[in-house]
């Protein structure tokens, strides 16, 4: 194989790797990037609190929290309302109101 095929089979793989990593899904609940370094963590106030596809109560659920489980912040709804979160616990990343989010 050439250096030039390589090349293009690399870009391919690494398309492929991209599209992938876009589209993939788990229960309808987008996979989440694992957690960083610099997130922020703290846990759910609550018992089975739903996490929402998106910062609104008529979006889909996408997992439950317990206050056994640990959460990495990642954003605040433009109101101040919801926090965006990745449940290290379960690996499911969405939006919980904020009421249910504590440090």
Not at 25 to 34: H, Q, V
Not at 45 to 64: H, Q
Request: net charge neutral; aromatic share 8%.
């Amino acid at each position: 194989m050439t250096s030039e095929n390589r090349g293009k089979t690399a870009g391919k793989r690494a398309a492929a790797m991209a599209g992938l990593l876009a589209t993939a899904t788990l229960g309808g609940a987008a996979l989440a990037a694992p957690a960083h370094a610099d997130d922020v963590y703290g846990h759910c106030t609550g018992e089975g609190v739903r996490i929402r596809a998106a910062a609104s109560t008529s979006a889909s659920v996408v997992g439950l929290c317990y206050s056994d489980h640990r959460l990495a912040h990642r954003d605040v709804s433009g109101d101040g309302q919801w926090d965006k979160v990745y449940d290290v616990t379960t690996g499911v990343s969405g939006w919980i109101s904020h009421g249910y989010w504590s440090w």
